[in-house]
């Protein structure tokens, strides 16, 4: 249907709106025109070169990658668990990183390494996960539901333990990392996270035809040739690889893998193919427009990413779906 | 094309044996019914035919192929099961669902549904009467429309022997019938068509052959009327039948039904 290409297409055009207000917006005052010449001429030298190119242009490059991958990693998890009321964050991806990183911090690891323990720490609960729920060859969904519960709670009371034995010192960078935050990232984090998340879009490209089939159950899923344990596999893979890296990037932001994904059914309907271009989009403009929100509403200072994303998900989430009178049907158009 | 042979199948669920020595078979333009009593291995044994599951024992053959060695894309054109199992999605609009039949005629990483996939889809709504109700969501339809658009997933993937699992259960008098008489249509057209049913006089009435399971194994197999009668029957259900010929047609019925007190 072409009404829904011209849908993506707008999604796209207000995803780079949001990527270059992103860049526009900031701590210190640029004029458009101080931003407008610094993008075009790089090695131009000066303060705004410097601020665009190696601030704010990693910040909204950083936002739109996590945008993407929470978005992407929470629709393939919805689709996956045929529930939709699933985050990325349900298999124990970010309660497991956040574990590592209070150790590392209160073991005295240095900063710039955190990052890659989370990760490293994120894909390991996943697996450890993906073990439990195993059946057969393939995984149950109520078993991946359950396991990632309780690894969560597990990991989560590891956190809370850390944060209280730690008192001041190096709290802090637990607690920014619990609400969320680019403060501090920027190209190299980038660099080394991409691979994973190339490979995370890959594997959702991938898993994504066979998603419609699977909507269906697994028994008109099998009939009509879907290798439910194979694509049971791709979706789970993808879903951590892209939150394993988006946590790893920016700590734990929620609300994007919950809500972009009813959004983009809402705007494109529920075919897989479409809903999964337009969580794509919708991450790409959301986060970088929160990011941008984050650092100028109070200058100097920074809200946390995720805690403003709550302060406006939340209200949208419930203006969506709790209205009194109507439509609370959560899957679709 | 669609010949079904099964043959001397055992099926296990962990170390229980459910059923033994079961021998069918269903060639095209034939419709058979699998009937017998809750339990009894009826759901196992589809989907053993279906390829879902390997039976301990014995050969599951489609056109000489067995179904469990068949590439799964030449699996779904040779064979397909409508579970009782299917989920409504919500979202999915009736021809979203019945476009996944179509599954398998491209690579399973394969985006594009090209112009054959949506005739065929459309032809199959077409079929079972439900084309005002294409672009409507899946949920909003009545089980009895639903079952039609299951039949049509199943159209448009137009698999060789067509699998189901208690097509009618649920339904309402009216809808049951025009579902049985898609059943019996499908068969007509040349198709191989195996349905678990429980109405025994609607088995009487639409299917050519009968396969009565009971008592772990295949009590009988062959045509309707000579399966369908109250000794064999009370073997399998364990209570006495009687039958009449209505219109033509065998009933089947309890001998002793529940009845109301008629004395006031």
């Known amino acids: ?333 | 094309m669609g010949h079904l042979n099964v043959a001397a199948v055992r099926l296990s669920i962990g170390e229980r044996t459910l059923l033994e020595n079961v021998d069918l078979h269903v060639v095209p333009g034939r419709l058979c019914a699998i009937v017998g009593p809750n339990g009894v291995g009826k759901t196992t044994l589809l989907r053993c035919i279906a390829g879902f599951a390997e039976p301990a024992a014995g050969a599951i053959l489609i056109d000489g192929v067995s179904v469990g060695s068949m590439p799964r894309a030449e699996r779904a054109r040779a064979v397909t099961l409508i579970g009782s199992d299917a989920e409504s999605p919500q979202g999915m609009s009736v021809r979203e669902v019945v476009l996944t039949g179509r599954f398998a005629r491209r690579a399973w990483w394969d985006w594009t549904t090209g112009e054959a996939d949506h005739f065929a889809a459309d032809a199959a709504i077409e079929r079972v009467a439900l084309a005002p109700l294409a672009d409507r969501s899946f949920d909003t339809l009545s089980s009895g429309e639903r079952q039609r658009a299951w039949l049509a997933l199943a159209l448009a993937q137009d698999a060789r022997t067509i699998l189901l699992d208690e097509p009618t259960s649920h339904l309402d008098v009216r809808h049951a019938t025009s579902v049985a008489a898609l059943l019996r249509s499908l068969a007509d057209e040349g198709r191989a068509v195996l349905a678990a049913l429980h109405d025994l006089s609607e088995a009487a009435a639409i299917a050519d052959d009968v396969a009565l399971l009971g008592d772990g194994r295949l009590l009988a197999f062959g045509p309707a009327d000579d399966v369908l009668e109250p000794e064999l029957l009370e073997r399998a259900f364990g209570i006495a039948f009687e039958r009449a010929r209505v219109a033509g047609a065998w009933r089947v019925f309890p001998r002793a039904p529940i009845r109301r007190n008629f004395s006031h």
């Not at chain 1, 707008?10 to 949001?18: I, K, N, S, W």
């Not at chain 1, 519960?149 to 333990?161: D, G, K, Q, T």
């Not at chain 1, 929620?254 to 479409?274: E, K, N």
């Open chain 1, 1 to 333: 249907m072409p009404s829904r290409v011209w849908l993506l297409c707008g999604l796209a055009l207000a995803a780079l709106v949001a990527l270059a207000a992103g860049l526009f917006v900031g701590g210190t005052a640029l004029s458009p025109g101080d931003v407008a010449r610094a993008l075009l001429h790089p090695r131009a030298g000066g303060d705004a070169v410097a601020i665009v190119w190696s601030l704010r242009a990693p910040r909204v490059a950083l936002a739109a990658t996590v945008g993407a991958a929470l978005a992407v990693a929470g629709f393939l998890l919805q689709g996956m668990l045929r529930n939709p009321l699933v985050d990325p964050f349900l298999t124990g991806v970010s309660a497991g990183a956040g574990a590592a990183i209070a150790v590392g911090v209160a073991l005295g690891i240095a900063a710039p390494f955190l990052p890659a323990l989370g990760f490293a720490a994120g894909l390991a609960t996943a697996l450890g996960v993906a073990f439990l729920a195993r059946r057969g060859t393939g995984i149950d969904a109520e078993r991946l539901i359950l396991a990632g519960v309780s690894l969560s709670a597990l990991f989560s009371a590891i956190i809370a333990l850390a944060l209280t034995r730690l008192g001041r010192n190096g709290s802090e960078e637990i607690l920014a990392w619990l609400a969320g935050s680019l403060a501090g990232r920027g190209w190299s984090e980038l660099l080394w996270t991409s691979p994973y998340i190339v490979g995370g879009l890959l594997l959702a490209a991938l898993a994504v035809p066979a998603l419609n089939a699977l909507r269906l159950g697994s028994g008109i899923a099998r009939a009509v040739g879907v290798d439910v344990a194979r694509a049971n596999w791709l979706l789970l893979s993808a879903a951590t690889l892209l939150t394993a890296a988006a946590v790893a990037l920016s700590g734990i932001v929620g609300f994007v893998g919950l809500i972009v994904p009813h959004l983009a059914r809402r705007i494109v309907g529920s075919d897989g193919r479409y809903a999964l271009g337009a969580s794509l989009l919708l991450g790409v403009t959301l986060v970088p427009l929160a990011d941008a929100l984050s650092r100028s509403l109070f200058p100097p200072s920074e809200i946390p990413l995720g805690v403003l994303l709550a302060f406006v998900g939340v209200p949208t989430f419930l203006y969506l779906y709790l209205r009194p009178a109507g439509a609370t049907r959560l899957w679709g158009t």
